[in-house]
């Protein structure tokens, strides 16, 4: 495994970080995650994400109980807040008390004393900049967080942002969390630069497009078992695009690339994103150890401009 800075700080990440969206806590079983998280370590993975809204917390518990038999030196753990915890006015988005509030629950069910990385899960056109801000700055002033950040927000509140933090001498956003593989590049015009001259890295999230890069699904046939696609716990958040047959008929074409690299298509998938200097890692779930196995071997990875070309002729940007 590899490593790199978090965007401009000095917080060293895995190029590959074990995520838990509509996973742990929800759709695999606790023994199952922890097998999984065993594995991370076990090749060098030291970056894991979740968030307060996974599984309305149940993420957070089952990273927390998995978390206790290792030293808090060997991982760096990013959670977030932004989306409904209650049906209350206040319990959601980026006000100053949402945040302090859900920051300490999240410390509960996590177990810990501090979070490494606390990212703002979208924006709040609700509550002015500056509060959310100077509320996360507090934290970190507080020994709470150590580093903050964001995910999918608009470019115009990137750079609104960074200016407040660099006027006001607060902690500045050292990573942005977007949607970004293969299939899926809106972010390379804009958001990548904007993010790169001020220090903020991408941990970018569904890399595989919830598994369609993997090869996993084949034009004109139903979802196989046991896959994400054919999961009602998982697929919820799968469009027709993603699994159209013009789509997954460009996507087998990726087969040959991967074999003639000695890479897996998920491998290929991943390495393709590690190429980007912008970005500081990519967020991969996983059901079972092998995939983090799999994941986990794109780390390192370069790809022969021939292939790059011929993924930019079938995924134009």
């Not at 902690?171 to 970004?180: H, I, L, M, N």
């Not at 994400?228 to 027709?240: E, G, H, K, S």
Request: aromatic share 8%; hydrophobic share 35%; with cysteine.
């Amino acid at each position: 495994m590899e490593y790199r800075r978090l965007g401009g700080s000095g917080l060293k990440v895995s190029e590959v970080c074990l995520g838990s969206w509509l996973t742990y806590g929800n759709a695999v079983d606790d023994k199952t995650a922890e097998a999984c998280v065993d594995k991370a370590f076990e090749l060098g993975i030291n970056f894991f994400d979740t968030a307060n809204v996974y599984a309305t917390g149940k993420a957070e518990e089952v990273w927390g109980r998995i978390f206790r038999k290792y030293d808090r030196d060997d991982y760096v753990i990013a959670t977030k807040v932004f989306f409904p915890m209650g049906s209350g006015p206040n319990d959601r988005g980026l006000s100053r008390k949402h945040i302090r509030e859900q920051c300490d629950r999240s410390l509960k069910r996590l177990g810990l004393d501090y979070i490494d990385l606390y990212q703002c899960h979208r924006y709040d056109d609700t509550t002015p900049l500056e509060e959310t801000l100077r509320a996360l700055d507090d934290l970190i002033r507080a020994g709470k967080v150590l580093y903050v950040g964001f995910s999918e927000w608009p470019v115009s509140r990137i750079a609104e942002a960074v200016g407040i933090q660099q006027r006001m001498g607060l902690d500045r956003f050292v990573s942005s969390q977007p949607y970004y593989n293969i299939t899926g590049r809106h972010i390379e015009k804009e958001v990548m630069p904007t993010c790169h001259r001020s220090g903020i890295g991408q941990i970018v999230f569904s890399p595989l497009a919830q598994g369609v890069l993997t090869g996993k699904y084949t034009p004109g046939q139903p979802p196989p078992a046991g896959t994400r696609a054919a999961d009602p716990n998982q697929n919820m958040f799968l469009n027709r695009g993603q699994l159209d047959d013009e789509m997954l008929r460009k996507v087998q074409q990726l087969k040959p690339l991967a074999e003639r690299e000695g890479l897996t298509m998920a491998q290929l998938a991943l390495a393709w994103i590690l190429r980007r200097e912008e970005v500081s890692s990519v967020i991969a779930g996983a059901s079972k150890p092998e995939q983090i196995e799999d994941n986990a071997g794109a780390s390192g990875k370069k790809l022969s401009p021939e292939t790059l070309e011929e993924i930019d002729r079938l995924f134009p940007a």
